[in-house]
């Protein structure tokens, strides 16, 4: 599944190994990779030309690249994965799936007592009618 967006949550993030450890320079660009991950789907590929252009600038990427990439591991498949974020986006998808179901829920609980007002209307109410 594909991301435009995410929940962050701040207070994780202030906690995390990384706003304490990276420098602001370093936090933008692991940022920008996160963004670009969630974007994604979740994994990066190993391309270095990719990583330095997502990370918001080229240029630096060599000096600030191996502290930022240390939050990432590369798996099997050559792609960078970072922990957290994999946990956020499971989160998330699972938000997404509870929400779609209430949603379809309400959907249904809306027509089918649209629905049972229009038969009561057709017979008149629930006394089909009857003056008595």
Known sequence: ????????????????????????????????????????????????GMLAKACGDPRRWPK????????FTLDAAGMYRNETLDQVLRETTRRMSERAQQRERARRYRARH????????????RDGGRDD
Request: aromatic share 8%; charged share 35%.
């Open 1 to 48: 599944m594909k991301f435009d967006g995410l929940m962050w949550w701040i207070s994780r993030w202030r906690r995390s190994t990384a706003f304490v450890e990276l420098t602001l320079e370093q936090q933008g660009a692991y940022r920008n990779l996160l963004d670009e991950a969630t974007l994604r789907g979740g994994p990066l590929p190993a391309d270095e």
């Open 64 to 71: 600030i690249r191996g502290p930022v990439l240390k939050r």
């Open 114 to 125: 649209r629905d049972e007002g229009r038969d009561e209307d057709r017979d008149g109410g």
